[in-house]
């Protein structure tokens, strides 16, 4: 069973620090890794996709992804009051181009 | 604008009654999903269809029946066999699946919610 893995939080920062979102996966053989943003009550909406090692910048947004390690990570700078949502991390393994698999989300707090 | 509409928003079921759930895109993607949420958990598969006329499981599909006679429609039937009904169900689409390169990605729809009485 392939499995993502979220710490469920809630993390509450204050207003302008850093929150960080952790993501670990089962299975060294995936391809694709996305974080989601979903408000209470609404549907997911994508933040960022990675493919590759490394880090990928988006505005505020920083995805990092080290695939020997399994575990992918979601950096909000400048963190706002309207980042209070929770954080999906899912992942397309290898062989499941139709699939992907989630986590059960991290809930972040931003405090004013 | 395009997009995807999942109606109805709220549902009430009675125990033992079928009930369809619309899904309708305009973003003319050739895979579309059926995904049900409970309260603190992830998204889970229930069904997913990469053609018109064809169709797969996905992780928890028993109780659960779909059609996509349409490219532009995926419903999905909730069956009085599915014992614990209630939940927050998405329908996505995708354009050709999830390519390696993350090229393609999943656009969800507004959700419905299903309550059993």
């Known amino acids: 069973q392939k499995e993502v893995e979220q710490n469920s939080g809630p993390l509450s920062v204050p207003e302008g620090a850093i929150a960080s979102l952790n993501c670990t996966y089962s299975?060294?053989?995936?391809?694709?890794f996305f974080w989601y943003r979903q408000y209470s009550g609404k549907s997911p909406e994508l933040i960022m996709s990675i493919y590759s090692n490394g880090d990928k910048e988006d505005g505020r947004f920083t995805a990092q992804l080290n695939k020997a390690s399994q575990y992918v990570s979601l950096l909000i700078r400048d963190s706002q009051p309207s980042d209070s949502a929770t954080y999906l991390c899912?992942?397309?393994?290898?062989?499941?181009?139709?699939?992907?698999?989630f986590g059960k989300g991290t809930l972040l707090t931003v405090n004013p | 604008d395009g997009g995807i509409t999942q109606s109805p928003k709220y549902l009430f079921r009675k125990e033992g009654q079928n009930v369809t759930l619309s899904c309708e895109q305009n973003l003319n993607h050739d895979a579309m999903y059926w995904y049900r949420q409970d309260p603190g958990q992830g998204l889970r598969l229930i069904y997913y269809s990469q053609i018109v006329n064809d169709f797969q499981k996905g992780d928890i599909a028993e109780g659960y029946s779909v059609s996509r006679e349409k490219k532009e429609s995926f419903p999905l039937t909730v069956t009085s066999a599915q014992k614990n009904p209630t939940a927050f169900y998405l329908c996505a689409s995708s354009n050709s699946g999830l390519s390696p390169s993350g090229a393609n990605v999943l656009t969800f729809g507004a959700g419905s919610r299903l309550t059993v009485l």
């Open positions: 899912a992942v397309n393994y290898q062989g499941s181009n139709y699939k992907l698999t």
């Open positions: 299975d060294r053989v995936s391809q694709s």
